[in-house]
Nanobody
Framework: QARLVESGGGSVQAGGSLRLSCEAS??????????MGWFRQVPEKEREGLAM????????YYADSVKGRFTISRDNAKNTLYLRMNKLEPEDTATYYC?????????????????WGQGTLVTVSS
């Protein structure tokens, strides 16, 4: 089992930007997961996969709802994953979770991922 810790959430006004970070511990991992990414969730709604990146080569993929606004990246030397969010809207308000998944299911099956963190709350006001 891996341990993922998100940070960087907070309150911003519509149109603003925020960068989330996810630090991944290595002590409990059996091997480096092929993919990492981000999903979000609001109460009474299903998880929404947002962005995914192949850890080794950096290829990245996005949900239509955030494509062009959000950018995923990683610094493998720092064991850290990032999500840069631009042009935030009130509809983006949610708890954002970092995830690791060997089978790279973050965008299409976020409910059955291998690992995820405790989440960080993002609130966008109008």
């Amino acid at each position: 089992q891996a341990r993922l810790v998100e940070s960087g959430g907070g309150s911003v006004q519509a149109g603003g930007s925020l960068r989330l970070s996810c630090e991944a511990s290595l002590s409990t991992a059996t091997h480096t997961p092929d993919c990492m990414g981000w999903f979000r969730q609001v109460p009474e709604k299903e998880r929404e996969g947002l962005a995914m990146i192949y850890v080794r080569n950096g290829n990245d993929y996005y949900a239509d709802s955030v494509k062009g606004r959000f950018t995923i990246s990683r610094d493998n030397a720092k064991n850290t994953l990032y999500l840069r969010m631009n042009k935030l809207e009130p509809e983006d308000t949610a708890t954002y979770y970092c995830a690791a998944d060997q089978r790279c299911r973050i965008l299409y099956a976020p409910a059955v991922l291998d690992e995820w963190g405790q989440g960080t709350l993002v609130t966008v006001s109008s």
